[in-house]
């Protein structure tokens, strides 16, 4: 299966540890994984600030760069369902604004084939015990647009609870939003911040080393608040527990 | 809508005030937090919600694509069963219309059930004007009434209030209005129910015109629907000689049947019960059984221009349960007067740029004020795409473009406070699309990393107020893949 | 123009979208829903409602078609009522007992007379196990809304099992909308003070339901 990695424009900048585990973890399950240097954004940032106009040529681009492989994984719930549940519905504000079929067209093959990280462990590869080894303790924020925009439910909670070494600490509130939101984090940065310093203080409640989920751009924004906090908890993305073993630890 | 909202600040401004307001926060913490568990129970007790909340939105989608014939047809049940339809195109005839209706059944008081719509028309501050007297006789109404306050809450206006604040308002302020609190008021909420039943109960005895909204409306029938439960609404649509209903034209639905759905998902949605303690129904007049003159004003006030939006029509399916308030994040720190509207949280967000149109400052922040979470899509018994309505009005925001208002076509500019936004935005979109570019600007980001601040000045300050700024890694992913042909060659 | 016409004429021109033939209202609303959740014995339903009506703060009995009037009085007296709102078509040995003053609500009776009356006894057109709710529609045994409103006392009695559906839907098909009809479930309550429910507002504040089987 010729796979692709759809790394994000956030993970290839700043979080570049988490391409690399996914490739070492893929690597390790036997994927043959491939990173299109052509890659850039998928458009998301643009869309949800209300430039849907702007994003199209984007998500062309993201079309043309990833319409040959058989299946386009990526370690962001959040840009996952961009092309998973915003593409086709820019293919039809086009059609209905009158512009044709092309951009739904162009836009479709990617669709079905995009798949976050662990989806595409268990439902894919089907396992949900990768061979990771991880000895702390974890808690793990389910991130809105993979909870509910594409429905990952218990899968990266089935891959962690299958860690050796791993302790999983519940989080209070789980299911609540971070307060990230794109550019909701500047353009409403009071309540953004509010909502980011209680998803911290529930998850410090857990006594957890790790706060950890499957979308960096939350953990960047948990992450600076932590660290402005002096929490001494750290976030960590779901790629590199993951692609923990004895032989090469993760932090 | 109202002119008590007109000048509201931009959302920002001000939820800034209440995320730093420690009584706000913890009262709205308290409400919501209980409600949401509650409703998560009611919920999970109906193995066919899914199929309920589905037939509701095609009801409901079905009567809007047709509202012309069902609201015509409403018109006749109701006129056949003894009533009498007015419509009003704007807040102010309807007003106009009911104040005429009070003046000509030569009263100057009215007992109002809590409603939506004569909140959004101003109706009490218009009858004043009048010289005619409203009493709000829901307990969270007057609560606000009694306050001089605004409501924050769709279900619960005085959700910012706690019962310490409640029992401080009744006693200071009922006798202003009518009987006074009972000596010795203590803030159990018991005891301030209590206090609201003694204070209303001799306007009830005494009323000869009640004014009213309604939770639905049956064409077929012509029969009107309150949902309610403190017994309010029952004797202000039962004791008085003339009732007038003010309602939005999206509360028709077709068919008697049809209220099969909505009585099984709004009680569960809002209240978290299995049923709301009173439903009442009422087709017409009826002989020797409540008032002997009903009034139906129909009111447009920007539904028509809401309707008239393709993606963002969808919000007319609100059938006003508030669950969407009740599970958001964002409502939840800001509260409701932030809205600024009697529509807050977020359909309100989605409902009062439509309604209103996104001229004004507050009502072209509203779209953001949203972090796209989606728990109230999730929650919403209608199954309203509330994040996909916010990102089309924000698109509206900044790229203008054709709406309609007041029932005409008109092309909206782009907002003057997004220039450099739109400029950003377009710069980035260049570089997305040109791989070299955007390699270009990782790699210098990554060589000049030691110069970078862990905080930003001027507007930046947004992010890095609160969050520190993530560190940039000594070389983009990119160039690792590069480098090593994705470790392939052993190196790190 | 009137503004009938400027409504209806916004409406038309706002679904300039919407085809001609779109699908009819019956193909277009799906009723993949249950018409009632679960299967139960009639007697299980009857339980259900008895069990929800408590769980809404009603205070359930039961008793047979002899025993009733004996129950009736009990309850009254229990309360100390000194008079009781009677419907116009209320079975009279439903009262046979005598004990408080009946009083029979007239037309020309004002809310403020209503007032001072303790209790209310009435029937009831159907009851929904699901929900614990009794509807009441104005027949002769029910008599006018206003009597079932303004004491604070409401006794209702239901037939059991022929005046009890599992369902909303169920109900919704036995009922005539062009009837006033009040859903009641439990006494009246609010959730206006920090979203917690509180019994007991302006509708009766004791509401008993006798099962009558």
Same mark, same amino acid.
């Given at each position: 299966m010729r796979v692709a990695l759809f790394l994000t424009c956030v993970n290839d900048t700043l979080y570049p540890d988490t391409g690399r585990a996914v490739v070492k973890l893929l690597t390790r399950l036997g994927v043959d994984v491939d990173f299109p240097m052509a890659q850039t954004c998928c458009g998301q940032a643009h869309y949800n600030t209300g430039y849907?106009?702007?994003?199209?040529?984007?998500?062309?681009?993201?079309?043309?760069?990833?319409?040959?492989?058989?299946?386009?994984?990526? !370690?962001?719930?959040?840009?996952?369902?961009?092309?998973?549940?915003?593409?086709?519905?820019?293919?039809?504000?086009?059609?209905?604004?009158?512009?044709?079929?092309?951009?739904?067209?162009?836009?479709?093959?990617? /669709?079905?084939? @995009?798949?976050?990280? @662990?989806?595409?462990?268990?439902?894919?590869?089907?396992?949900?015990?990768?061979?990771?080894?991880? !000895?702390?303790? /974890?808690?793990?924020? !389910?991130?809105?647009?993979?909870?509910?925009?594409?429905?990952?439910?218990?899968?990266?909670?089935?891959?962690?609870?299958?860690?050796?070494?791993?302790?999983?600490?519940?989080? !209070?509130?789980?299911?609540?939003?971070?307060?990230?939101?794109?550019?909701?984090?500047?353009?409403?940065?009071?309540?953004?911040?509010?909502?980011?310093?209680?998803? /911290?203080?529930?998850?410090?409640?857990?006594?957890?080393?790790?706060?950890?989920?499957?979308?960096?751009?939350?953990?960047?924004?948990?992450?600076?608040?932590?660290?402005?906090?002096?929490?001494?908890?750290?976030?960590?993305?779901?790629?590199?527990?993951?692609?923990?073993?004895?032989?090469?630890?993760?932090? | 809508m109202t002119g008590t909202y007109l000048g509201m600040p931009a959302f920002p401004k001000a939820a800034h005030d209440a995320v730093h307001d420690p009584v706000l926060r913890g009262n709205l913490r308290h409400a919501t937090h209980t409600i949401r568990a509650k409703r998560a129970r009611a919920v999970g007790e109906l193995s066919d919600w899914a199929a309920l909340r589905e037939a509701g939105r095609r009801i409901k989608d079905h009567t809007l694509r047709h509202l012309d014939r069902y609201l015509v047809q409403l018109e006749e049940s109701v006129t056949a069963a003894g009533g009498t339809v007015h419509w009003a195109a704007d807040a102010e005839e309807a007003n106009r219309i009911v104040a005429r209706l009070v003046r000509e059944s030569g009263e100057s008081? %009215? %007992?109002?059930?809590?409603?939506?719509?004569?909140?959004?028309?101003?109706?009490?501050?218009?009858?004043?004007?009048?010289?005619?007297?409203?009493?709000?006789?829901?307990?969270a109404e007057l609560i606000v009434q009694l306050g001089k306050d605004r409501p924050s809450h769709i279900l619960v206006p005085a959700i910012?209030?706690?019962?310490?604040?409640?029992?401080?308002?009744?006693?200071?302020?009922?006798?202003?209005?009518?009987?006074?609190?009972?000596?010795?008021?203590?803030?159990?909420?018991?005891?301030?129910?209590?206090?609201?039943?003694?204070?209303?109960?001799?306007?009830?005895?005494?009323?000869?015109? +009640?004014?009213? +909204?309604?939770?639905?409306?049956?064409?077929?029938?012509?029969?009107?629907? %309150?949902?309610?439960?403190?017994?309010?609404g029952r004797m202000c649509l039962t004791l008085p000689e003339t009732l007038i209903s003010v309602v939005g034209i999206e509360k028709v639905v077709p068919t008697w049947r049809d209220l099969e759905v909505f009585l099984q998902t709004l009680p569960r949605s809002s209240t978290a019960e299995r049923m709301n303690p009173y439903t009442s129904m009422w087709t017409g007049t009826t002989d020797g059984d409540g008032p002997r003159a009903f009034h139906l =004003?129909? $009111?447009?006030?920007?539904?028509?221009?809401?309707?008239?939006?393709?993606?963002?029509?969808?919000? $007319?399916?609100?059938?006003?349960?508030?669950?969407?308030?009740?599970?958001?994040?964002?409502?939840?720190?800001?509260? +409701?007067?932030?809205?600024?509207?009697?529509?807050?949280?977020?359909?309100?967000?989605?409902?009062?740029?439509?309604?209103?149109?996104?001229?004004?400052?507050?009502?072209?922040?509203?779209?953001?004020?949203?972090?796209?979470?989606?728990?109230?899509?999730? =929650?919403?018994?209608?199954?309203?795409?509330?994040?996909?309505?916010? %990102?089309?009005?924000?698109?509206r925001v900044v790229e203008g473009g054709p709406a309609v208002r007041q029932g005409n076509t008109v092309v909206l500019q782009p907002a003057k406070g997004h220039a450099a936004e739109r400029a950003a935005m377009r710069a980035a979109r260049w570089a997305f699309t040109h791989p070299g570019a955007l390699r270009t600007g990782q790699r210098l980001a990554s060589r000049t990393r030691r110069l970078h601040p862990c905080a930003l000045p001027g507007p930046g300050r947004a992010w890095s107020g609160t969050r520190d700024l993530p560190a940039v890694p000594p070389e983009p992913f990119r160039d690792w893949w590069q480098r090593t042909r994705g470790g392939k060659d052993g190196a790190k | 123009m009137s503004s009938r016409e400027?409504?209806?004429?916004?409406?038309?021109?706002?679904?300039?979208?919407?085809?001609?033939?779109?699908?009819?209202?019956?193909?277009?609303?799906?009723?993949?829903?249950?018409?009632?959740?679960?299967?139960?014995?009639?007697?299980?339903?009857?339980?259900l409602l008895a069990e929800n009506l408590v769980d809404y703060r009603a205070v359930v009995h039961r008793c047979d078609a002899e025993e009733l009037p004996l129950l009736v009085l009990r309850l009254l007296a229990e309360r100390g009522s000194q008079e009781v709102l009677v419907p116009p078509g209320l079975p009279p040995e439903w009262l046979a007992g005598a004990g408080p003053v009946r009083v029979h609500d007239r037309a020309a009776d004002t809310a403020g007379r209503l007032d001072r009356v303790d209790s209310v006894v009435t029937g009831c057109a159907v009851a929904i196990a699901e929900t614990g709710t009794i509807v009441l529609d104005g027949s002769p045994d029910q008599g006018r809304r206003r009597i079932s409103l303004v004491p604070d006392h409401h006794i209702c009695v239901v037939r059991v099992p022929d005046q009890v559906v599992s369902s909303v839907p169920q109900a919704l098909e036995r009922l005539d909308p062009t009837r006033p009809l009040t859903w009641i479930s439990g006494p009246s309550a609010t959730s206006d003070i920090e979203l917690d429910r509180v019994e007991g507002v302006h509708g009766p504040r004791t509401l008993e339901v006798i099962l009558l089987g």
């Open positions: 849907r106009h702007e994003a199209e040529p984007m998500a062309r681009h993201f079309s043309d760069v990833f319409g040959e492989y058989e299946a386009i994984v990526t !370690p962001s719930g959040s840009c996952g369902a961009m092309v998973r549940e915003l593409y086709p519905r820019m293919g039809e504000r086009a059609r209905a604004e009158g512009r044709g079929d092309a951009l739904a067209r162009t836009l479709a093959p990617v /669709v079905p084939k @995009t798949y976050e990280l @662990t989806e595409f462990l268990v439902d894919v590869l089907g396992v949900t015990d990768v061979g990771a080894y991880y !000895p702390h303790t /974890v808690t793990y924020h !389910p991130t809105c647009h993979g909870l509910r925009g594409l429905g990952l439910g218990d899968r990266p909670r089935r891959l962690l609870q299958a860690v050796r070494g791993l302790e999983l600490a519940e989080l !209070p509130g789980a299911d609540e939003c971070c307060g990230f939101g794109g550019m909701f984090a500047v353009k409403n940065a009071d309540v953004s911040a509010a909502m980011g310093a209680d998803k /911290v203080r529930n998850a410090e409640s857990t006594g957890a080393e790790v706060l950890c989920a499957a979308d960096n751009s939350c953990l960047m924004h948990l992450g600076g608040m932590m660290s402005r906090l002096r929490t001494g908890m750290r976030p960590v993305h779901i790629a590199e527990i993951l692609a923990s073993t004895e032989e090469e630890p993760a932090r | 008081e %009215v %007992v109002k059930v809590k409603s939506m719509a004569t909140q959004e028309t101003g109706l009490n501050e218009a009858l004043e004007a009048e010289g005619i007297r409203a009493y709000e006789t829901d307990l910012h209030r706690n019962r310490g604040e409640i029992r401080d308002i009744f006693r200071t302020e009922m006798g202003e209005w009518g009987r006074p609190a009972p000596e010795g008021l203590t803030d159990t909420p018991a005891e301030l129910a209590e206090a609201a039943r003694l204070h209303l109960r001799e306007k009830f005895l005494r009323a000869k015109v +009640g004014v009213s +909204g309604a939770n639905f409306m049956v064409a077929e029938t012509g029969t009107l629907v %309150v949902v309610e439960s403190e017994g309010n =004003v129909l $009111l447009d006030n920007g539904r028509t221009d809401t309707l008239a939006d393709r993606v963002g029509r969808q919000a $007319l399916r609100c059938i006003r349960c508030s669950a969407c308030l009740n599970v958001c994040p964002v409502y939840e720190r800001a509260g +409701g007067h932030a809205y600024g509207s009697v529509y807050p949280g977020p359909i309100g967000a989605i409902l009062s740029p439509q309604l209103r149109g996104t001229a004004s400052e507050i009502d072209a922040s509203l779209p953001y004020a949203s972090s796209l979470c989606g728990a109230c899509y999730e =929650v919403c018994p209608v199954a309203i795409d509330i994040p996909e309505v916010l %990102v089309h009005l924000r698109e | 400027r409504i209806l004429g916004r409406v038309r021109r706002a679904l300039a979208d919407v085809p001609a033939d779109e699908v009819p209202y019956e193909e277009a609303v799906s009723r993949d829903y249950l018409r009632e959740h679960g299967r139960r014995t009639t007697g299980e339903t009857v339980e």
